[in-house]
């Protein structure tokens, strides 16, 4: 079975443009989250979606946007770029979302994202 | 607020020896925990997850964790390092796996 995918793999993007990032979950996987890698960092939470519902946000301004979509592959749009959004973008599927014994997260290679 | 330190930024072992990579959390109830590694341009694969029961936790790829709640521990242990093994280690606290927090990553190097 195919894992997570992603794309673009790469993009480079100038200041105050707009950009969507799409995903493919892993076939059968209800639940995409997103999360920003800047280099040098660790993974940080930006959304969640779970039967095309938000189930969970991050601290990130409201430029940043998503949504899932029947087949439950996900978008992330980011407008107004700023240099700061330089980063690699990775989706994460799972199976559902707010299990008693948790969820395992299955990641996709990222998009990296460069704002000139 | 739940968080996540990994004291160590970089670690350097001989290929053969052993291996201990340290993470401690903050968080308000019973954490899921978990142990993610990142080669190079690669995504973030699961080593191995801790939701209850036994503290000590077998991964994949001859990988172990031991959960410590005494001192908000859940340091990753491999006996004997292979070259294959250098990469970024990422430990990460969760619950529902919503808003999952990752710690800053150790960087693993492995010296032949």
């Known amino acids: 079975d195919a894992g997570v995918t992603q794309s673009p793999t790469h993009l480079i993007k100038t200041r105050g443009q707009h950009v969507t990032l799409r995903c493919s979950p892993i076939s059968g996987h209800k639940s995409v989250s997103w999360y920003q890698q800047v280099l040098g960092q660790g993974p940080q939470f930006i959304f969640q979606?779970?039967?095309?519902?938000?189930?969970g946000r991050g601290n990130f301004p409201d430029r940043f946007s998503a949504r899932q979509f029947p087949n439950y592959s996900s978008e992330l749009n980011v407008n107004a770029l700023l240099l700061g959004d330089s980063a690699l973008y990775l989706c994460?599927?799972?199976?559902?979302?707010?299990?008693?014994?948790?969820?395992?997260?299955?990641f996709g290679p990222g998009t990296r994202l460069l704002v000139l | 607020a739940q968080s996540v330190t990994q004291p160590d930024i970089h670690i350097t072992v001989s290929e053969g020896a052993s291996l201990e990579l340290r993470c401690n959390y903050s968080?308000?109830?019973?954490?899921?925990l978990f142990w993610y590694v990142q080669s190079p341009g690669q995504g973030l694969q699961l080593l191995l997850k801790?939701?209850?029961?036994?503290?000590l936790v077998q991964g994949i790829k001859g990988f172990e964790a031991e959960f410590k709640r005494s001192q908000s521990s859940f340091n990753l242990r491999k006996p004997s390092v292979h070259w294959s093994d250098a990469a970024e280690y990422f430990c990460?606290?969760?619950?529902?796996?919503?808003?999952?927090?990752f710690g800053a990553g150790t960087r693993l190097t492995v010296k032949p």
């Open positions: 994460a599927s799972s199976l559902g979302w707010g299990r008693s014994d948790g969820e395992t997260q299955y």
């Open positions: 979606y779970y039967e095309k519902e938000e189930r």
């Open positions: 801790y939701f209850s029961g036994d503290t």
């Open positions: 990460a606290v969760g619950h529902n796996n919503n808003d999952m927090r």
């Open positions: 968080y308000g109830a019973t954490p899921y």
